[in-house]
């Protein structure tokens, strides 16, 4: 694909931990280039950073020089310009940043950005606009004591999952902006104007001003009331360091603190295809950028992969890395201190849910291994494994819990659990069976985890459903009578939540290549559309350049066109593979019986 066929190009950032990515796309979706730079390749010594951070073992910060970011935005935009890069037909511009990360800007700030001299760089302009030099990361581990702020200033986890869409969680920006105002740097905090989110500072330095923090970022901070639509005024009093109980703060200190806080995080923008303004002429001039170029809002890196894909509504996407992900879309409000609720950065009235599991692969390996071990064979090959997978074809009354490492869902500590059910339904705890009975024993409780965490937020999915309520009444009393009330979590799951169903399940990530493990996981998630495979090595720059392209379209409409219509329109689908599952969603209700029961007696922290 050469430029020289299209007139209109769209550019996706994408400002991660490691690397910045920026892919050009054309007006049909269509990929046609990237370009990168690696942090550790190019200002390892520059910055003294490893693997993109700074880190202190001592304090568990992880922090990321601003500077460094803004010197990536010159490389690679020198680089594009050098392989002769058309900037000139680059209609809009938007993308990701990892998410949590904030960014402190000093007073001058929008004067400088305002000001920017094409002939100097951004980091040696922009220096002293920042109040404070480092970004925290969202590996930090630093603000143990923040935690335990916010969820006491609300009542819990699950209440500050209620209102903000997640329970405390260290790197939350909320937490990080109180850890500098209240104990680590008071100064910073005081000369510090603005705060912006690593998407919302690309966007600021892209746009030449500071731009607002957009609404589906906003609910990674721990200060947002997801369903008011607005800041939290208790939790912000929190973060600023003024909050009466926990600080001894009076009520004056309150609410200045309060006022001033909301005014250096400035205005949510609410999901919106409108754009946020053109690009600097800083970026016109020095490499050629229109200054027509419009730049739409940044969203965070979880978000933006949602975006690249054609998902609709209660899909689900599976990522089968190190660790899995399940990212959904879904209606519902149904928050929990187990996963993470945050508006949709493109669907006004829909949000994205997110489950993070630490044991993914490396437990799978680990069976793997055993097995091959037993057979002599060669270490890191998956066949007997597949095999095995292959031959269990349905639920066979036996469950493992496998956690090489601690668990975040369900919160538990290091451990592995071995159970069968008898015929009363009681779960029994078995020693230890021939590592056989592993294979699918790991792959089926791992993805009953996921559709049992899934289910609350997909509650009512299957409303549109060929298969009766009575079936559905049915079921959920069958399983009542076997297993008494199914907890997750500390939540009971209702019918609703229980007999929810997906309607696609793209699975992506390194596992997602074994057809033996996406074909298993896919039998018990059920979707009622089906199960596929994608590879999105670039999903989150990808998505940037999709919203750009998706932005553009409707300001040219003048109306608000859906996006999951719009991206299913023109997404490429030779790029999605369809499986052949077979469905085994009504075969894997006892599963989920069996694995809630096992969960309520694992050794927690
Ligand atoms: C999500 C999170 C990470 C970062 C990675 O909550 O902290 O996935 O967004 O960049």
Redesign the pocket.
Known sequence: MSYDQCNDVFLGLDL??QQLKIIATDEQLNHIETFNVEFDKKYSEKYGIKKGVVVNDETGEVLSPVAMWLDSLDYVFTEMKKKGFPFEKVKGISGSG???GSVYWAENANERLQNLDENHSLSEQLADALAFPLSPN?QDHSTGKEIADFERAVGGPEELAQITGSRA?Y?FTGLQIRKLASRSNKNVYRKTTRVSLVSSFVASVLLGSITNIEQAEAC?MNLYDVQKGDYDDNLLSLAAGVHPEIDGASQSDKENGIRELKKKLGNIEPISYKASGSISPYFCKRYGFSNHTKIYSFT???LATIISLPLSPNDILLSLGTSTTVLLITENYIPSSQY?LFKHPTMRSHYMG?I?YCNGALARERIRDEVNKKYGLEKGSWDKFDELLDSSKSFNEELGIYFPLGEIVPNALAQYKRSRLDSEYNIVDVESWDPEEDVSSIVESQSLSCRMRAGPMLSGSNLNNNSSNSEYDKIYEDLHKKFGSIYTDGKEQTKASLTSRPHKVFFVGGASKNNSIVKKMGSIMGPSDGNYRVEIPDACALGGAYKASWSFHCEKENKWVDYDVYINEHFDFGDVESLNTQDNWIGYFEGMGMLSKMEQSLKHT
């Open positions: 991660s931990t990892q998410q949590h969202w969680h790197r990674g965070g890196d979880n993470h997110m993070c």
